[in-house]
Nanobody, 125 residues
Framework: VQLQASGGGLVQAGGSLRLSCATSERFFSEYTVGWFRQAPGKAREFVAAISWGGVTTYYADSVKGRFTISRDNAKNTVPLQMNNLKPEDTAVYYC???????????????????WGRGTLVTVSS
């Protein structure tokens, strides 16, 4: 499964960006998808995840109420809408996918087998 994250850029604090995770994988609708980020000098951390059917979503506490993950299985995309961005959101953002066991939605990087290249988000103060 090849994934492509896009939509990153430079934005001022309080602004918004919409990232997208896209793939040509035929059965993408069967995959759980997660977004992770890695800031300079820090470990990769979980941001948000969505179940294969789009019914279940999880968010890191640091982004709850500001970020929204969704999916369009017809277009094979999983957007991440990011509002009220803060300088501490600055990081490279990665999307990842995995075939779940039942309804499980992973919130750890080791639970995902497929990763795309990241897209850089920079939030200026």
């Amino acid at each position: 499964v090849q994934l492509q994250a896009s939509g990153g850029g430079l934005v001022q604090a309080g602004g918004s960006l919409r990232l997208s995770c896209a793939t040509s994988e035929r059965f993408f609708s069967e995959y759980t998808v997660g977004w992770f980020r890695q800031a300079p000098g820090k470990a990769r951390e979980f941001v948000a995840a969505i179940s294969w059917g789009g019914v279940t979503t999880y968010y890191a506490d640091s982004v709850k109420g500001r970020f929204t993950i969704s999916r369009d299985n017809a277009k094979n995309t999983v957007p991440l809408q990011m509002n009220n961005l803060k300088p501490e959101d600055t990081a490279v953002y990665y999307c990842a996918a995995d075939l779940p066991v039942g309804q499980r939605v992973g919130v750890h990087a080791f639970e995902y087998d497929y990763w795309g290249r990241g897209t850089l988000v920079t939030v200026s103060s």
